[in-house]
């Protein structure tokens, strides 16, 4: 039973990583931008919600809807700042320019909000949900939940909404995207807004009743692996590739920790994830480009 608690709250925080790795990939999937500020967009994103419940005071009822509404109109900006004049660049730029992305949304969110801890709101129930000897956080149970219903949701408006056949249309050919009527900055800028307010509702998921600091910007970095994992075009992929690190991780957190008295388990998507990459790069739900010379 203690092995089966290990891999069903394994489970869950992979579903977590699932979530978050889904803004890598809607992102990825419309812009062929690999953005590696998604945690600092989960942070930006948690501040303001942390913004809007603590320090204005607001119900979570206004206050939640109003952070996604915030999230939105940041993607617009990202996109408008920074990508819409790279359309057509290398994918070399792109990634310099979300690099440097990160280091910015930092800075800001030091002279904004400054660097002491603060204590995220609670919007999700705290207290563990209990069936029979099985004990599992409730707030990830809820997210996992809801991450499964948005990668159906992802997956139907990608494969099957016109619009979204779009946006991948447009990602793997802009030029002819353009040429054929096609606007490429609309395309981009809904991505950027979708990535945005997927990672609000990471935020809060993740941070719920926790302490909201820099450093929770991290879990971005341990959600790449998952995206890599699955293959950066893959949604329902993201449900597997984080169910099987989520485990991973808790079951090396629980049985090889305490031996070498160290924290083996941190380091295990990453392990995983240069494992893939040399297996197969792609990912395992990936899509491989066959080019004619």
């Keep these: 039973m203690e092995f089966l608690n290990y891999v069903l709250n394994g489970v869950l925080v992979g579903q977590l990583y ?19 500020a998604q945690g600092e967009l989960m942070l930006v994103g948690a501040f303001t919600v942390w913004t809007l419940v603590m320090a204005s005071g607001l119900p979570a009822a206004a206050a939640v809807p109003l952070a996604f509404v915030a999230a939105l109109l940041y993607g617009i900006v990202i996109e408008r700042l920074f990508f819409s004049r790279l359309i057509g660049e290398s994918v070399f730029s792109m990634v310099m320019v979300t690099i440097g992305l990160v280091i910015l949304i930092r800075g800001l969110v030091l002279v904004i909000w400054g660097g002491m801890d603060r204590q995220f709101p609670v919007l999700l129930p705290t207290a563990p949900l209990i069936v029979g000897e099985l004990i ?19 997956w139907w408006f990608f494969n099957r909404s016109r619009f979204g056949l779009t946006l991948t249309a447009v990602a793997e050919d802009p030029a002819t995207a353009i040429s054929m009527g096609v606007s490429v900055k609309r395309a981009t800028t809904l991505a950027w807004m979708m990535g ?21 910007a991290e879990i971005g970095l341990a959600a790449l692996p998952v995206a890599l994992f699955a293959g950066l075009e893959s949604i329902f992929g993201l449900l597997l590739a984080g169910a099987v690190m989520g485990v991973l991780q808790a079951l090396v957190g629980a049985y090889v920790d305490p031996l070498i008295g160290g924290s083996a388990s941190s380091i295990v998507p990453y392990v995983f994830m240069l494992f893939m990459l040399f297996v197969r790069p792609t990912g395992l739900f990936g899509w491989r480009t066959i080019e004619r010379v």
Excluded: D, E, W
Excluded at 196 to 210: C, D, F, M, W
């Design 18 to 36: 699932a979530l978050l790795a889904l803004g890598f990939v809607v992102i990825y999937r419309a812009s062929k931008v690999f953005n590696f």
């Design 136 to 154: 599992l956080p409730t707030a990830l149970t809820i997210g996992a939940a809801m991450t499964v219903v948005l990668a159906s949701a992802l």
């Design 196 to 216: 945005a307010a997927i990672s609000t509702l990471g935020a809060i998921v993740y941070l719920n009743g926790r302490s909201l600091t820099l450093v929770s």
